[in-house]
């Protein structure tokens, strides 16, 4: 059974620099196929993708945040960090992390399995 | 960047009935594209992907269609539980994105 779950602050000041992780269980993030990604949704608006790491280590980000953004992973401790830095009371948001399976046959490219997401504040 | 333009906003039915969401593409994504169901407080889950294949577990009463650049969610009969947020995601280009969501509440 796959889960994810993302954990950090609740709580960051304009300017600071947001850490958080997705910590997860049922796969291995090193198998061909696989990514783990990163997708917000401000409270009440649609869903944005952020990011998105791949099991070779090939990493994309939106290019909205291009400069702010850096993704990583840990194969060995099953997680996958994602940095956003300068902060802003616009990144008010809920951060998920999701599991990716990416199958070119059966054109499979979607987030299966998502955490249950952590609320993100930036207020001074 | 591939904007997704979703249609209706909301939409409102009655158990039972056929409801049909749009999806278009600023640009060709072939049928890379996929569809989730999101419900207050909760994160999406993965409804169809390859535009029209059913993800596992999925009520057959949900079905998708389309390529290129226009693509529908349809449900077929509509059940109390269906009441949800949908949104469609492309994955045929980077960055990966969303339409803004059709909201579908039971009457």
């Known amino acids: 059974q796959i889960t994810l779950k993302e954990s950090g602050p609740t709580l960051v000041k304009p300017t600071e620099t947001l850490t958080l992780t997705c910590t997860f269980s049922g796969f291995s993030i090193s198998a061909s196929g696989v990514a783990v990604g990163w997708i917000r949704q401000p409270p009440g608006k649609a869903l944005e993708w952020l990011a998105l790491i791949y099991w070779d280590d090939d990493k994309r980000y939106s290019p909205s945040l291009t400069g702010r953004l850096s993704i990583t992973k840990d194969t060995s401790k099953n997680y996958v960090v994602l940095t956003m830095t300068n902060m802003d009371p616009v990144d008010t948001a809920t951060y998920y992390c999701?599991?990716?399976?990416?199958?070119?046959?059966?054109?499979?490219?979607?987030?299966?399995?998502w955490g249950q997401g952590t609320m993100v504040t930036v207020s001074s | 960047d591939v904007q997704m333009t979703q249609s209706p906003s909301s939409v409102s039915a009655s158990v039972g009935d056929r409801i049909t969401i749009a999806c278009r593409a600023s640009?060709?994504?072939?049928?890379?594209l996929a569809w989730y169901q999101q419900k207050p407080g909760r994160a999406p889950k993965l409804l169809i992907y390859?535009?029209?294949s059913l993800q596992n577990g999925v009520p057959s009463r949900f079905s998708g269609s389309g390529y290129g650049t226009d693509f529908t969610l349809s449900i077929s009969s509509l059940q109390p539980e269906d009441s949800a947020t949908y949104y469609c995601?492309?994955?045929?280009?980077?960055?990966?994105?969303f339409g803004q969501g059709t909201k579908v509440e039971i009457k």
């Open positions: 390859a535009a029209s």
């Open positions: 995601q492309q994955a045929n280009s980077f960055p990966r994105t």
């Open positions: 999701a599991h990716l399976l990416f199958d070119v046959l059966t054109h499979f490219d979607a987030f299966d399995i």
């Open positions: 640009q060709g994504v072939n049928d890379w």
